[in-house]
């Protein structure tokens, strides 16, 4: 397994907890002088100081965000600065209901990016690597991070919107593309394609395969098919629109995925009473 940050990627416990406290607080400082949509969460639950936000874990949910932007159109109150500061926006799918608008701003947007270089470390992909991106290159936010961090990483980029599967194919095998971002779903769907057409995938440069968007990277035999389809190595990852890209798969291990412990704290808790459960409950 490689790394980007080697003295946070191996912290140790105690030293991990205090790198996450002090992020955590300097976040909800921000939020709670600066944005409208958590400044009133927050008092409504009663949440007076930082102690306060951390004993009490205080949820917010799509739809509420959803309703927010629905009454604060175009993009709600839940914004830390003016609108000026924002440099992009993305949509979720609508998978869930009515799209989920989001901003960032060039800070956040630097963020994802870095998130998306220990995710590259974990994968093994350097700037030696040739990476195609088989997304559709929209408004969701897909593998829009992945992208630019490859750029920013020195990695040649294969950018495959608006394309046939065929074409799409046919890039990636012409270019000697080391390294495919997709979904799982796609990646078969290229695999078929590909038998149909006499490509052989398996005799490509392709040596691994970052997927996301779908829980199938992490289902045993889906994994099996697509790594089987191409000859490569199949990696799993797991971010959201709204909160980034929080979990990767290493080199060392296949199957299951690593929180990203130095961006984000992770926490188990009882679905029913959102609390948080003890070593070796279930939640």
Known sequence: MGFHEREIEELDRAGLAELQRGRLAELFRIVRQRNGFYRKKLENAGVASFGDAVRRGVFTTREEIQEDQRLHAAYGSNLTYGIDRYVRVHETSGSAGRPVRWLDTAESWAWWKHCWSIIYGAAGVTAC????????????????????????????????????????????????????????????????????????????????????????GSIPATRARIGNAWGARVFDHAGMTVVGPWGFECAERSGGMHVMESEFVAEVVEPATGRAVEGGEAG
Do not use: K, N, Q
């Not at 929209?138 to 294969?158: R, T």
């Open 129 to 216: 690597d040739r990476c195609a991106f088989t997304f559709s290159f929209g408004p969701f936010i897909g593998f829009w991070g992945a992208f630019e961090s490859a750029v920013a990483l020195g990695c040649c980029v294969l950018p495959c919107g608006g394309m046939t599967t065929s074409a799409r194919l046919r890039y990636v095998t012409d270019h000697g593309a080391t390294v495919v971002c997709c979904t799982p779903t796609y990646a078969l769907r290229m695999a078929e394609v590909a038998a149909d057409e006499g490509i052989d995938l398996r005799g490509s440069a392709v040596r691994a395969l970052i997927v996301a968007g779908e829980p199938g």
